[in-house]
């Protein structure tokens, strides 16, 4: 691994703790005005100093993040449907040399393993790898749901395998039971965790908590954060069990007076 992708992942997990929590904002590339992003700057702002890197597209970070944020940026560069559609039909929306002038620390795709575009989604990550390495931007590599497919850990190694396999830098994935062998199947590539649905906070506290255990390096959390009634106190509790290893208790705690 070249210096300059060392430098980038560095920005992104914390030497400190050797993990990192995530915020994940870029669900309008196919959910559109999601609940809690209509406005995406006003939801966002008051989260960035608790978030170790912003998971956004393109457009949002020019419209919403402001230039001297620091925060380093890990860049959606896929998509292609929305949720009318097939979900695994994606392209590569966002060239390589717009993630260099966006300065961003990571570039991300989904890889839809199961999906009826599988194939296709392997191919964009596969590509994407190849720019990476070029200029030195590590990758992220989301692992989406197949239609048929069981969020077990068989499925989950599976696809988490594979896309290692290819040549992510970095792989997010759903919590599932069993977890640790998701984690072993990905060798020395850091895993970090989806949020997904919306869950009560206590019980995302709790998966936050399984994961890091489990060897999860962090999460890559958004609904769980910014559609909480305390978003600010969520992400300060997610960030104690993460860097600091506290407590489910301690960190829900820590949401109820954040």
Not at 66 to 88: C, T
Request: proline fraction near 3%; hydrophobic fraction near 40%; charge should be negative.
């Amino acid at each position: 691994m070249n210096w300059g992708m060392k430098n980038r992942l560095s920005r992104i997990i914390k030497l400190r703790s050797g993990r990192c929590v995530m915020l994940a904002v870029d669900h309008g590339y196919f959910q559109g005005p999601t609940t809690g992003l209509s406005n995406l700057g006003e939801t966002v702002e008051p989260l960035l100093p608790y978030a170790d890197a912003l998971m956004i597209t393109r457009g949002a970070v020019r419209n919403w993040i402001k230039p001297d944020a620091q925060i380093p940026i890990i860049l959606r560069v896929s998509g292609g449907q929305s949720v009318l559609k097939e979900l695994s039909n994606e392209i590569i929306t966002t060239n390589i040399e717009d993630a260099i002038r966006i300065n961003a620390s990571a570039i991300t795709c989904s890889v839809y393993i199961g999906g009826e575009y599988e194939r296709e989604t392997i191919g964009n990550l596969s590509k994407l790898v190849d720019e990476g390495e070029k200029y030195g931007i590590p990758v992220l590599a989301v692992t989406a749901v197949g239609k048929e497919m069981e969020r077990d850990a068989r499925y989950l190694g599976l696809a988490s395998r594979i896309c290692v396999e290819i040549g992510a830098h970095m792989v997010k994935t759903y919590y599932t039971r069993d977890f640790r062998k998701v984690v072993e199947a990905c060798g020395n590539v850091p895993v970090v965790i989806a949020g997904g649905k919306k869950l009560p906070e206590k019980e995302a506290l709790e998966m936050t908590t399984n994961a890091v255990s489990d060897g999860a390096t962090g999460v890559d959390m958004g609904r769980n954060i910014f559609q909480s009634d305390n978003p600010v106190g969520m992400i300060q509790a997610v960030r104690a069990i993460v860097h600091e290893g506290k407590s489910v208790d301690e960190a829900y705690e820590i949401y109820e007076q954040g």
